[in-house]
């Protein structure tokens, strides 16, 4: 049903139809108004399951934001009806926070699950991450390269550039590099990186990990033991400094 | 139940006493109430004996007897006086001696003498209708029984047989002819039937209790389980119905109380769950409104530096909402729990990073000191992380001025199964009677006033996070200041 193949660039994300189900009329207009400035222009309006069912089989939008509480069903029951005929991301907008609910709704098809009071900031990014991970799969599903220091970095090709020659990543290795740069600026413990590439409650890979570490910095740190890039935080776990360069 | 068979068994032992002491005060009863004027001292074989002794005549050796006797009465005399008197006459004279004359008038009795052969030779008191001579059988009849339903005694002295008899219907006679053996075997056939009764006793005491105990065991089914709050219901019938009935309607109150107070309960949290929801909507327009606000180029700077105050405010009140809807379903117990087996040691590390991420101002300093990694504990991830945090942060609020914080994890040395995770630091401290209130809810009865800069519901959080898990939060002085909190865990051996 979804042209999802296409590639996009964002500009035509937000040629994008999108449905925003909610009873509270000023909350709907703050929503029409955020997206509206973020460039977003074919918006529909849902007061109630009902309508709001209608309006996806009639101008088939192309992302819901759904509240749980509606006057005439629950949001849940909504989203179960609405997945009987058609796939449209979900992203739900709920005044309930409890994990049940939160839960729920994930376990039922949606793509992402926000509590009120939001952000809008917050509320944008997370529309725009559900329209390019539906919309643009393509570009998502390439693995990033990047740039430290002197070197750089192809997670997609598991190769280091660096001085003209060209070092290999290990799979461990390539998979270290990717969480650690998915938390570029933060520390990710010892736990989560053993758990990215180890899998479930590996610590007894420590020593491994230690090793692993040590053989990344031989490839991307000018002096592996004054490391520049990929620090250790005592006790703790690791940390990728990336300067952003695009 | 063993209380139960207490009382059975104190039941039994009274009532193997109580039938002890029945069977001695009975002994003791026939002994002093029937056996008593069954025999009057002397027996009639005594009398019969003493009388004859104490007859003498001129002829006898025992003349010497009769010597002694002072007052004597002479049979002879009587004998001349009574019809059948032919051979007898020639006989020579008897006397009676007073101890034999006394023993026969106390029992109102008369004797006779019988000669060889079969004559009365000499009596006293002889009533008129006895004969005054008998055949070898009628001697044989009388000897044992009855003389003309005068009971008889008879004993044999020299050549005569001195008979004495009673008045009618005093005395009862009974031949006893016995076995030997029946004899010889009557103290074990007597200690048996001893024995059977104390077995009769037992068992009886043992019907009656085990019957009582049939009616005691539902009434103490039914009082344990009251005690343990299940509802309760006793068949009210037997000799204990009204306690049965009592138990019930302790049990329908308890009930009814205790569905009372968690439908309260679940009503209160219920009403905080929906004033939080009603609260949220209203907020994400004022956080919407104001963030945009802050955003937009044409808005002066000092207008959107007050439209970021407002975000600010309404995102504190955010957290607040979620707090205080968290703590009240930690509260009623309404917090769904997601268990997983997880590693403290790890939980500590996330916690501790999330703290760094977030920017930790250069005041604070964060170590880790002990961790024990092998410490499993069974709990929600979300809820024991959010715990570490509050703690945490609970230190970095309540020391403006900066301080050191120190994270371990170990095993609890003296507890086995326990564990537990010690947030440290070397800040300003809390006095130490303030301590404990800490751990109640902001504005309870036992904690009016709240410290300054924060919303209180931190630290009661994390005690009914550790509640939830089984364990709990401790909260002690730093020696050199500051203060430690432990959070104690149920661990994996």
Same mark, same amino acid.
């Given at each position: 049903?979804?042209?999802?193949?296409?590639?996009?660039?964002?500009?035509?994300?937000?040629?994008?139809?999108?449905?925003?189900?909610?009873?509270?009329?000023?909350?709907?207009?703050?929503?029409?108004?955020?997206?509206?400035?973020?460039?977003?222009?074919?918006?529909?309006?849902?007061?109630?399951?009902?309508?709001?069912?209608?309006?996806?089989?009639?101008?088939?939008?192309?992302?819901?934001?759904?509240?749980?509480?509606?006057?005439?069903?629950? %949001?849940?029951?909504?989203?179960?009806?609405?997945?009987?005929?058609?796939?449209?991301?979900?992203?739900?907008?709920?005044?309930?926070?409890?994990?049940?609910?939160?839960?729920?709704?994930?376990?039922?098809?949606?793509?992402?699950?926000?509590?009120?009071?939001?952000?809008?900031?917050?509320?944008?990014?997370?529309?725009?991450?559900?329209?390019?991970?539906?919309?643009?799969?393509?570009?998502?599903?390439?693995?990033?390269?990047?740039?430290?220091?002197?070197?750089?970095?192809?997670?997609?090709?598991?190769?280091?550039?660096?001085? %003209?020659?060209?070092?290999?990543?290990?799979?461990?290795?390539? %998979?270290?590099?990717?969480?650690?740069?998915?938390?570029?600026?933060?520390?990710?413990?010892?736990?989560?990186?053993?758990?990215?590439?180890?899998?479930?409650?590996?610590?007894?890979?420590?020593?491994?990990?230690?090793?692993?570490?040590?053989?990344?910095?031989?490839?991307?740190?000018?002096?592996?033991?004054?490391?520049?890039?990929?620090?250790?935080?005592?006790?703790?776990?690791?940390?990728?400094?990336?300067?952003?360069?695009? | &139940?063993?209380?139960?068979?207490?009382?059975?068994?104190?039941?039994?032992? &009274?009532?193997?006493?109580?039938?002890?002491?029945?069977?001695?005060?009975?002994?003791?009863?026939?002994?002093?109430?029937?056996?008593?004027?069954?025999?009057?001292?002397?027996? #009639?074989?005594?009398?019969?004996?003493?009388?004859?002794?104490?007859?003498?005549?001129? =002829?006898?050796?025992?003349?010497?007897?009769?010597?002694?006797?002072?007052?004597?009465?002479?049979?002879?005399?009587?004998?001349?006086?009574?019809?059948?008197?032919?051979?007898?006459?020639?006989?020579?004279?008897?006397?009676?001696?007073?101890?034999?004359?006394?023993?026969?008038?106390?029992?109102?009795?008369?004797?006779?003498?019988?000669?060889?052969?079969?004559?009365?030779?000499?009596?006293?008191?002889?009533?008129?209708?006895?004969?005054? @001579?008998?055949?070898?059988?009628?001697?044989?009849?009388?000897?044992?029984?009855?003389?003309?339903?005068?009971?008889? $005694?008879?004993?044999?002295?020299?050549?005569?047989?001195?008979?004495?008899?009673?008045?009618?219907?005093?005395?009862?006679?009974?031949?006893?002819?016995?076995?030997?053996?029946?004899? $010889?075997?009557?103290?074990?056939?007597?200690?048996?039937?001893?024995?059977?009764?104390?077995?009769?006793?037992?068992?009886?005491?043992?019907?009656? *209790?085990?019957?009582?105990?049939?009616?005691?065991?539902?009434?103490?089914?039914?009082?344990?389980?009251?005690?343990?709050?299940?509802?309760?219901?006793?068949?009210?019938?037997?000799?204990? *119905?009204?306690?049965? #009935?009592?138990?019930? !309607?302790?049990?329908?109150?308890?009930?009814?109380?205790?569905?009372?107070?968690?439908?309260?309960?679940?009503?209160?949290?219920?009403?905080?769950?929906?004033?939080?929801?009603?609260?949220?909507?209203?907020? !994400?327009?004022?956080?919407?409104?104001? !963030?945009?606000?802050?955003?937009?180029?044409?808005?002066?700077?000092?207008?959107?530096?007050?439209?970021?105050?407002?975000?600010?405010?309404?995102?504190?009140?955010?957290?607040?909402? @979620?707090?205080?809807?968290?703590?009240?379903?930690?509260?009623?117990?309404?917090?769904?729990?997601?268990?997983?087996?997880?590693?403290? @040691?790890?939980? =500590?590390?996330?916690? =501790?990073?999330?703290?760094?991420?977030?920017?930790?101002?250069?005041?604070?300093?964060?170590?880790?000191?002990? &961790?024990?990694?092998?410490?499993?504990?069974?709990?929600?991830?979300?809820?024991?992380?959010?715990?570490?945090?509050?703690?945490?942060?609970?230190?970095?609020?309540?020391?403006?001025?900066?301080?050191?914080?120190?994270?371990?994890?170990?095993?609890?040395?003296?507890?086995?199964?326990?564990?537990?995770?010690?947030?440290?630091? $070397?800040?300003?401290?809390?006095?130490?009677?303030?301590?404990?209130?800490?751990?109640?809810?902001?504005?309870? !009865?036992?904690?009016?006033?709240?410290?300054?800069?924060?919303?209180?519901?931190?630290?009661? &959080?994390?005690?009914?996070?550790?509640?939830?898990?089984?364990?709990?939060?401790?909260?002690?002085?730093? @020696?050199?200041?500051?203060?430690?909190?432990?959070?104690?865990?149920?661990?994996?051996?």
């Amino acid at each position: 049903m979804y042209n999802r193949g296409q590639v996009m660039d964002m500009d035509m994300l937000k040629d994008r139809k999108i449905l925003v189900v909610d009873d509270e009329p000023p909350l709907r207009q703050m929503l029409d108004a955020l997206l509206r400035k973020e460039g977003f222009y074919r918006i529909y309006m849902a007061q109630d399951g009902a309508s709001a069912l209608a309006c996806i089989r009639t101008d088939k939008p192309e992302l819901v934001i759904l509240d749980v509480m509606l006057p005439d069903m629950d %949001g849940f029951e909504l989203l179960a009806a609405i997945r009987r005929f058609s796939s449209v991301p979900v992203l739900y907008l709920s005044a309930r926070g409890e994990d049940e609910d939160r839960l729920l709704g994930l376990g039922l098809g949606a793509d992402d699950y926000m509590v009120k009071p939001f952000l809008p900031r917050e509320l944008l990014l997370r529309v725009m991450a559900i329209m390019k991970r539906v919309y643009a799969p393509v570009v998502a599903e390439s693995l990033p390269s990047f740039i430290l220091g002197a070197c750089s970095v192809d997670l997609e090709q598991a190769t280091i550039q660096r001085e %003209g020659s060209e070092l290999s990543l290990t799979p461990k290795e390539r %998979g270290l590099l990717l969480k650690l740069y998915e938390h570029r600026g933060r520390i990710v413990t010892t736990d989560a990186l053993c758990q990215a590439v180890w899998g479930d409650d590996a610590y007894s890979y420590e020593n491994t990990l230690m090793v692993h570490i040590r053989r990344i910095r031989e490839k991307i740190e000018r002096d592996a033991s004054s490391p520049q890039h990929l620090l250790t935080v005592r006790g703790l776990g690791y940390k990728l400094i990336v300067k952003e360069t695009s | &139940m063993e209380g139960v068979v207490r009382i059975l068994r104190r039941f039994m032992s &009274m009532t193997l006493l109580m039938f002890a002491l029945l069977l001695v005060v009975n002994i003791a009863l026939l002994a002093g109430l029937i056996f008593k004027n069954m025999n009057q001292s002397p027996s #009639q074989d005594e009398v019969v004996r003493r009388v004859a002794a104490d007859i003498c005549n001129e =002829a006898d050796e025992n003349m010497k007897c009769g010597s002694i006797t002072e007052d004597l009465t002479a049979i002879g005399e009587k004998q001349e006086g009574s019809r059948a008197g032919e051979k007898a006459a020639t006989a020579s004279l008897y006397w009676l001696g007073a101890k034999g004359k006394r023993l026969l008038e106390e029992h109102g009795a008369w004797m006779m003498l019988l000669g060889s052969d079969g004559q009365v030779v000499a009596n006293y008191e002889l009533p008129d209708d006895i004969p005054r @001579s008998y055949g070898v059988l009628d001697a044989v009849r009388f000897s044992r029984h009855y003389l003309l339903d005068y009971p008889v $005694s008879s004993w044999q002295r020299g050549e005569l047989l001195t008979v004495v008899g009673y008045p009618k219907t005093s005395v009862a006679k009974y031949q006893l002819a016995l076995p030997v053996e029946w004899v $010889s075997t009557l103290p074990q056939r007597a200690l048996l039937l001893l024995l059977s009764n104390v077995l009769i006793g037992l068992l009886l005491a043992l019907l009656i *209790g085990m019957r009582m105990l049939k009616a005691i065991r539902p009434l103490a089914r039914g009082i344990l389980a009251l005690s343990r709050e299940e509802p309760v219901h006793v068949e009210p019938k037997g000799v204990l *119905g009204d306690l049965a #009935q009592s138990i019930n !309607s302790v049990s329908e109150k308890l009930q009814a109380s205790s569905l009372a107070l968690k439908q309260r309960d679940e009503a209160r949290s219920n009403w905080i769950a929906g004033i939080s929801h009603d609260i949220r909507t209203p907020l !994400s327009m004022v956080l919407g409104y104001a !963030s945009e606000l802050e955003e937009h180029d044409e808005v002066p700077a000092e207008q959107r530096q007050q439209a970021g105050i407002i975000r600010q405010q309404g995102e504190k009140l955010r957290h607040l909402v @979620s707090d205080l809807n968290l703590v009240s379903m930690l509260e009623y117990e309404m917090q769904p729990l997601h268990i997983k087996t997880l590693r403290l @040691s790890a939980l =500590a590390r996330l916690a =501790a990073s999330d703290l760094l991420n977030h920017g930790l101002d250069a005041r604070f300093s964060l170590s880790l000191r002990e &961790m024990d990694e092998r410490v499993r504990v069974q709990g929600d991830e979300r809820l024991l992380l959010r715990a570490i945090s509050n703690l945490l942060n609970n230190s970095i609020r309540h020391n403006p001025q900066g301080c050191e914080l120190f994270l371990a994890v170990c095993k609890k040395q003296d507890l086995p199964g326990r564990c537990e995770l010690i947030v440290e630091d $070397s800040g300003r401290g809390v006095p130490e009677e303030e301590l404990p209130k800490l751990l109640d809810l902001p504005y309870s !009865s036992a904690r009016r006033r709240l410290a300054a800069g924060g919303h209180g519901l931190g630290l009661p &959080m994390v005690a009914r996070i550790a509640w939830a898990h089984q364990g709990r939060l401790e909260l002690l002085p730093r @020696s050199g200041g500051g203060l430690i909190a432990r959070l104690e865990l149920p661990c994996e051996e």
